[in-house]
């Protein structure tokens, strides 16, 4: 609740103790990177420099938990958070740590939400890129574009969130709010 309300120094107190309590729980580890994360991105937005400084804090960690959680879920998908926001120009790396992501759990809801925003954020900045003429035949004949095929599958993803059961009302509302925008 803290992370989502942008509360992330009450968050990373509780991570923290967390965390000392439980030194083999790896789920609050990546609990407290997510929380980083999450801060980067506003830092990042707000052009506040000392984001940088907060990824390399999150890329240490994140290779610390490598071993420990190779096939865990939750740890593929905030390497693609991470990826996201400090490696954007390398999209293969953030495109298979969704896969991994989904591998070891399928129909994850939040990571059909990150999925969401990752795929939206390279449309926003993506260039208008026609497909070769080879490819109109795939899409039917209708013409498409880069940015276009990145949409769709942030809306994809957003829409698999929405079907969930065990999506929140909180967590609905967001995902309402980036169909919308996007």
Same mark, same amino acid.
């Given at each position: ?5 942008? $509360? ?6 509780? /991570? ?20 980083? /994360? ?21 890329? !240490? ?14 740890? *593929? ?10 490696? #954007? ?20 809801? *939040? ?10 954020? /390279?449309?926003?900045? =993506? ?6 003429? !080879? =490819?109109? #035949? /795939? ?6 574009? #880069? ?8 809306? #994809?993803? +957003?829409? =698999?969130?929405?079907?969930? =059961? $065990? ?6 509302? *967001?995902?309402? +709010? ?5």
């Amino acid at each position: 609740i803290f992370k989502t309300d942008g $509360d992330f120094d009450a968050a990373y107190d509780i /991570l923290k103790k967390l965390i000392s309590e439980n030194p083999n729980n790896n789920n609050y580890q990546i609990s407290y990177i997510d929380a980083l /994360l999450e801060q980067i991105i506003v830092m990042k937005r707000a052009d506040n420099s000392e984001w940088k400084v907060k990824a390399k804090e999150a890329k !240490d960690k994140i290779k610390l938990l490598y071993p420990a959680n190779a096939a865990n879920a939750d740890y *593929y998908l905030i390497y693609a958070k991470y990826s996201c926001i400090v490696e #954007t120009k390398r999209e293969s790396n953030i495109f298979k740590a969704l896969d991994k992501a989904f591998y070891f759990k399928p129909n994850y809801t *939040y990571a059909n939400i990150v999925k969401g925003d990752i795929y939206s954020g /390279l449309a926003k900045n =993506s260039d208008v890129l026609e497909q070769p003429k !080879d =490819s109109v #035949t /795939l899409t039917g004949g209708a013409s498409a574009n #880069t940015k276009h095929m990145l949409a769709m599958t942030a809306k #994809t993803s +957003y829409e =698999s969130a929405l079907s969930s =059961s $065990d999506i929140d009302d909180k967590k609905k509302a *967001y995902v309402h +709010y980036k169909l919308g925008e996007l």
